[in-house]
């Protein structure tokens, strides 16, 4: 059973996912069309996509979505994966969406590889398109939860 934390103690928290891309801004382009979303950083070898909506601070929007970054750029951390090995095994990325049927109608503009088309899910009560990013990552569009299909 989960205990909420005391008031006093609660603290804003954001899930700030990074992939590993094989092309940085082809990744970026067809993340913004399918999603809506914008890029804030730009070039080939990072990019941070936001949420537009979302209020902008002192670092830029403050709705970070997702990370891209190139295999074999290593900055100051190392490199984050193998790029020989199969690309996102046992991950999803998903994502809720408010407009979901135009979510859908831009996954087909992109000819994204569909790996489950448009189905209703029952435990979270909503809709789901699955779908493949350009460097093979399973990507989840949901609708709302709750909202029935």
């Known amino acids: ?3 909420p934390l005391p008031q006093s103690r609660v603290t804003l928290m954001r899930a700030q996912p990074l992939i590993n891309c094989r ?5 970026s382009r067809w993340y913004q069309k399918l999603l809506g979303c914008i890029g804030g950083h730009g070039g080939d070898e990072y990019e941070r996509l936001w949420d537009p909506r979302l209020h902008t601070s002192k670092w830029g ?21 193998d790029a020989t090995a199969t690309v996102g ?3 999803l990325l998903w994502f809720e969406v408010d407009d979901f049927d135009a979510a859908v109608a831009r996954a087909r503009e992109l000819n ?3 790996v489950l088309d448009v189905h209703h899910n029952p435990n979270a009560d909503h809709r789901e398109l699955w779908i493949r990013d350009p460097d093979g990552y399973t990507v989840v569009i949901a609708s709302p939860d709750g909202e029935a299909a």
């Open 1 to 3: 059973m989960h205990t």
């Open 112 to 114: 994204a590889p569909i």
């Open 23 to 27: 092309d940085v801004q082809a990744s």
């Open 61 to 81: 929007p403050d709705g970070l979505i997702l990370q891209l970054h190139a295999w074999e750029v290593d900055h100051h951390h190392g490199p984050m994966g």
């Open 89 to 91: 095994n046992g991950m």
